[in-house]
């Protein structure tokens, strides 16, 4: 019964059966959030953090509801100087705690690992571009994340919840923006098109794997013609929700015949 709505730098809460549009928040360092980078806990408190270009390194906050996006409060602030902007606030239902994700150059790459109130915090890396990820893997014993760099080769690292070790797995073809693990068991990861060291093909490739270990490119998109940056990287991204892998969905920018363009998916 209630859409958060995020566009151009307000939040805004619409009850949807009294079909009535409330603003409830301003964003400081933000116009919109990335796709699926709001998360909710297993309380129902939703959080996402500001993701601009703040060019002058300004404090970065992370927001929280306990009310379904009727109010907000910052529940954390990322200090000035210390970060660019979050990439995303991640749920992992196996430890009850929240993975915050943070971009974008050297030094400002952080995987931090919080409780709800963002009291006890585990940071994790080297502010590397190895720890320069948008999305997550969660799995009872590892969490897996996949580079967005275009200044290096992006790889898998995969995390051991128990001893803390760090593992660098499989090479893609450019910067993973996007994550998403179908409920029937597969995982699929979109590689973007970009400018950089790091952009192995003008295609963005679509991968598959029934085990986060073996990748298969199974998709590959075109980039457009229009130039980058000006009228977008080619990405291709997923929804939120419960999906299976005979009914989910794609959509595309910056890409051939495909920009602004959502699609119902089956993988036969």
Request: include cysteine; aromatic fraction near 14%.
């Amino acid at each position: 019964g209630n859409l958060i709505i995020i566009r151009n730098g307000i939040v805004y809460h619409f009850d949807v059966i009294k079909l009535k549009l409330t603003k409830t928040l301003e964003l400081k360092q933000c116009k919109n959030i990335l796709h699926q980078s709001m998360c909710e806990n297993k309380e129902g408190h939703l959080y996402f953090g500001e993701y601009g270009m703040n060019p002058n390194r300004q404090p970065v906050r992370v927001y929280r509801s306990k009310d379904k996006g009727k109010s907000w409060d910052v529940v954390y602030t990322f200090s000035a100087g210390k970060i660019r902007h979050v990439h995303g606030c991640y749920f992992d239902k196996y430890s009850d705690k929240i993975w915050t994700l943070t971009g974008d150059f050297d030094g400002e790459h952080v995987i931090q690992c919080s409780d709800f109130d963002f009291n006890k915090i585990e940071t994790y890396g080297d502010g590397s571009q190895s720890y320069r990820a948008v999305s997550l893997f969660f799995t009872e014993k590892e969490v897996h994340w996949i580079m967005d760099s275009p200044l290096e080769k992006s790889y898998q690292f995969c995390l051991n919840r128990h001893t803390g070790e760090v593992n660098k797995l499989d090479c893609f073809n450019g910067p993973v923006w996007y994550l998403k693990q179908l409920d029937d068991d597969y995982y699929l990861a979109g590689s973007s098109v970009e400018i950089g060291d790091g952009v192995l093909s003008n295609k963005a490739c679509l991968y598959l794997s029934k085990d986060l270990k073996k990748w298969e490119i199974i998709s590959e998109f075109s980039k457009d013609k229009w130039p980058m940056p000006y009228f977008k990287w080619g990405v291709l991204a997923f929804s939120n929700g419960c999906q299976r892998s005979n009914d989910f969905t794609l959509h595309f920018e910056g890409l051939k015949n495909l920009d602004g363009k959502a699609f119902v998916c089956s993988i036969s």
